[in-house]
């Protein structure tokens, strides 16, 4: 059995995600919660409740409430004022742990040597921390799956800059010089695969419990890609990433790269560069990341929909 720690600034993505793995049968020891999406004391309550709804009690680590340096904003205005929409959900019966994310990370990191893997769909303030506290983190933890930074340089927080990325570009540089096993799935790859209307109609119409909460949680994040980044229906960043990590033949064109994180304090802070180039340039840094460039959609669709089937 695969072991993970899902990392969440958790709105509907984030959410979708943790189910994905649960439906997968991936033993998920820990969400760790990050600053992010939108204010953190609600990505808690999203974790938690998300959990309730399928009656799953597993331990939910609140980590840091803000980026290492910089200060940042959070963005209500693409996930809603709650994360889902602009519901504000209380869970009933499940409570936090009081151990701070950063800390279990470490914890956990020996608790399941060589075995466990990190899902970050999220600023990387938490794993930054977790690092600094202890660099034996890095043997440690098998796999590192960032959802994050672009290829291209095209952003959705500023014009160059990816949110996940952009948060927190201090951790993230840390995360990315530390010698992790990463694979990086960038936003520019994932913008190519969004959930059309045909699917999003098909989804209405299926009438389960599952398809019915996420239909109530994506309805805002799709109005808003569709009307205002002007992206054909709706992206799946984070359940993208989840899909790869938990069938990595979904990503079907991966490459080995030297990313590196501009965390200058300039108009292009936050912006990922990607060496496109074998190996061998005026960086000439060896690759610390796989990066993905292309994803079966229909496989990634099937996972969606086996989810969507399982009440
Ligand atoms: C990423 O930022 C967040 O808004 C999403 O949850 C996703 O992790 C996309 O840039
Ligand atoms: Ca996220």
């Not at 709804?53 to 004022?81: A, C, W």
């Not at 466990?116 to 930054?128: D, G, K, R, V, Y």
């Not at 009438?207 to 992206?231: A, D, G, V």
């Not at 899909?243 to 912006?271: C, L, P, Q, S, Y």
Request: proline letters at 4%; aromatic letters at 10%.
């Amino acid at each position: 059995m695969r072991h993970f720690i899902i990392d969440c600034d958790t709105a509907e993505d984030d959410i979708l995600s943790l189910y994905l793995l649960l439906k997968n049968n991936i033993d998920v020891v820990g969400v760790t919660i990050v600053e992010g999406n939108i204010p953190f004391e609600q990505e808690v309550k999203n974790a938690l409740w998300a959990l309730e709804q399928i009656n799953r009690d597993i331990p939910v680590y609140p980590g840091s409430k803000r980026p290492l340096i910089k200060n940042f904003m959070t963005v209500e205005k693409v996930h809603g004022k709650g994360g889902i929409g602009d519901i504000l959900v209380e869970p009933k019966r499940f409570n936090a742990q009081g151990k701070h994310a950063s800390l279990a990370i470490i914890d956990l990191a020996e608790k399941y040597k060589g075995e466990l893997e990190f899902l970050a769909i999220s600023p990387l303030t938490n794993l930054a921390l977790a690092y600094l506290l202890d660099n034996s983190i890095v043997r440690k933890i098998k796999r590192v799956w960032i959802m994050g930074g672009s290829i291209f340089s095209i952003g959705n927080i500023t014009p160059v800059a990816e949110f996940n990325i952009w948060v927190d570009p201090d951790a993230a540089k840390i995360v990315f010089d530390a010698g992790f096993n990463i694979t990086l799935v960038p936003w520019d790859v994932i913008i190519n695969y969004p959930v059309t209307d045909e699917e999003w109609n098909l989804i209405k119409n299926m009438r389960t419990k599952m398809s019915e909460l996420y239909i109530m949680m994506y309805s805002h994040y799709r109005q808003y890609s569709s009307n205002i980044q002007k992206i054909n229906g709706h992206p799946h960043p984070d359940a993208i990433t989840t899909a790869i990590a938990i069938d990595e033949r979904i990503a079907t064109r991966k490459e080995k790269r030297f990313v590196a994180i501009d965390n200058t304090d300039g108009i292009t802070r936050g912006m990922t560069l990607v060496d496109r180039f074998d190996a061998d340039t005026r960086w000439s840094d060896k690759p610390n990341a796989e990066v993905v460039y292309e994803i079966d959609k229909k496989k990634f669709m099937e996972k969606i929909i086996d989810l969507l089937n399982w009440f």
